[in-house]
Antibody, heavy 124, light 109 residues
Framework: EVQLVESGGGLVKPGGSLRLSCAAS????????MSWVRQAPGKGLEWVGR??????????DYAAPVKGRFTISRDDSANTLYLQMNSLNTEDTAVYYC???????????????WGQGTPVTVSS | EIVLTQSPGTLSLSPGERATLSCRAS???????LAWYQQKPGQAPRLLIY???SRATGIPDRFSGSGSGTDFTLTISRLEPEDFAVYYC??????????FGPGTKVDIK
């Protein structure tokens, strides 16, 4: 069974840092393109960033609101995806989901499956 | 950046009725890279439709997607009790960015 399990969320003060992890199982993680998507309380979904597989170049792309503050990385030996979040502000408060790109006909432009999410609260 | 607009914001229907959800893009969505997701309270989103019209694995055939360019539609032919949820469209553009629409809530009338 394909499974994604996030961890590392919690309460952090504005300006602080937090690192989220996503443990993957049930598929060949090293071949997967992975993304982080967040959802602020009562709001919609917002893509945070994506990392391609190393065999596809390992390119990392970020959404404008997090570029320069957040860093996505992966450890293929541990089947784990990471999200390092620095300079956090109250607008970063959200549930953070780890998700895999679902690839078909050469395009990896949708997400399936998703983890259960880990909540991050930025507050003083 | 391509902006997605979904309408209506809320759709109030009864079980057995047909639901038609709209997703409009501010620019043409390349290669119909348009997906739909369902999200229930307290749960993660679930992929329903990709490539504008292809159903994901395990998705019942009462769900269908259509459209191209800037106008896309998700249709639920006969609402089942478990279909009352929020639905999001999502696109991928050539600058390697993903965006989601604001969502349509389908609730019980």
């Amino acid at each position: 069974e394909v499974q994604l399990v996030e961890s590392g969320g919690g309460l952090v003060k504005p300006g602080g840092s937090l690192r989220l992890s996503c443990a993957a199982s049930g598929f060949t993680f090293s071949n997967a393109w992975m993304s982080w998507v967040r959802q602020a309380p009562g709001k919609g979904l917002e893509w945070v960033g994506r990392i391609k597989s190393k065999t596809d170049g390992g390119t990392i792309d970020y959404a404008a609101p997090v570029k320069g503050r957040f860093t996505i990385s992966r450890d293929d030996s541990a089947n784990t995806l990471y999200l390092q979040m620095n300079s956090l502000n109250t607008e970063d408060t959200a549930v953070y989901y780890c998700t895999r790109a679902f690839c078909t006909a050469g395009s990896c432009t949708q997400f399936d499956p998703w983890g259960q999410g880990t909540p991050v609260t930025v507050s003083s | 950046e391509i902006v997605l607009t979904q309408s209506p914001g809320t759709l109030s229907l009864s079980p057995g009725e047909r639901a038609t959800l709209s997703c409009r893009a501010s620019q043409s969505v390349s290669n119909n890279y348009l997906a739909w997701y369902q999200q229930k309270p307290g749960q993660a989103p679930r992929l329903l439709i990709y490539g504008a019209s292809s159903r994901a694995t395990g998705i019942p055939d009462r769900f269908s997607g259509s459209g191209s360019g800037t106008d896309f539609t998700l249709t639920i032919s006969r609402l089942e009790p478990e279909d009352f949820a929020v639905y999001y469209c999502q696109q991928y553009d050539t600058s390697s960015r993903f965006t989601f629409g604001p969502g349509t809530k389908v609730d019980i009338k």
